[in-house]
């Protein structure tokens, strides 16, 4: 059986079993809500600013970037036993829902088996993130705290939304741009499931993957004929 049909069948299994009331659009919306609120209220929060405590902003984006490439190379590629669930989530499920050839969406309702639970996303916003700021409040400044807070949080809704990008249509504007394009093209080369578990693992931005040895790169026009 190819691996366009099991992909197809996967598909077909895992939308009926997403709710009738859920609605992608409204999750979409729940996300940036709670991630813009609280980055805001932590712009806000900034008293007295002192251009060296803008230095956080490099520093906080780095450290996204090493979680996220860390959670999802050895969490949601990995089947260890405290985190077994993220991993059925991202492995089981998006990677099977999402399998070459069949790389994008066909509507908001798909955005489910994409974008993070709301449950996670509150977690990071609230607590994850703010966590991060009340150490640089404790041993820094009250504002580096605020300001790594908000990076924190705006990088993982440049993840969400970059994620729901990535898995638009070929023919969509996204993959058009250029930068998003090529960032496209890396995440969809680590859906082919015999690179996944190898290679491209950051989303946002691939620092970790060619400073750990695990990007890799195929020419765009050749992405076509990938098959598993």
């Not at 190379?73 to 492995?91: C, D, N």
């Not at 066909?106 to 916003?125: G, H, M, N, Q």
């Not at 640089?136 to 970059?162: P, Q």
Request: glycine fraction near 6%; hydrophobic fraction near 45%.
């Amino acid at each position: 059986m190819s691996n366009m049909h099991d992909a197809a069948a996967f598909r077909e299994q895992y939308r009926a079993y997403v709710q009738s009331r859920y609605n992608g659009w409204l999750h979409l919306v729940n996300v940036l809500v709670i991630s813009l609120t609280v980055a805001i209220y932590c712009i806000l929060q900034i008293r007295g600013l002192k251009g060296s405590e803008l230095l956080v902003i490099p520093l906080g984006i780095l450290a996204y970037n090493f979680v996220e490439y860390v959670s999802h190379r050895w969490v949601g590629h990995k089947k260890l036993q405290l985190t077994k669930l993220f991993y059925k989530r991202h492995t089981g499920d998006h990677h099977s829902f999402f399998s070459a050839p069949l790389l994008s969406f066909e509507s908001p309702r798909d955005w489910r088996i994409v974008l993070f639970p709301i449950y996670l996303t509150a977690f990071i916003a609230f607590f994850l993130a703010p966590l991060c700021g009340f150490f640089l409040t404790w041993v820094v400044s009250g504002n580096m705290g605020y300001i790594m807070t908000a990076t924190m949080i705006l990088n993982h809704l440049a993840f969400e939304l970059l994620h729901v990008g990535y898995h638009e249509p070929k023919e969509h504007w996204f993959h058009k741009v250029p930068v998003f394009r090529e960032l496209a093209h890396l995440h969809r080369i680590h859906h082919h499931r015999g690179l996944m578990k190898a290679y491209n693992f950051n989303l946002t931005f691939p620092l970790f993957d060619i400073l750990l040895g695990t990007f890799y790169w195929e020419p765009l026009e050749s992405f076509d004929d990938f098959r598993d």
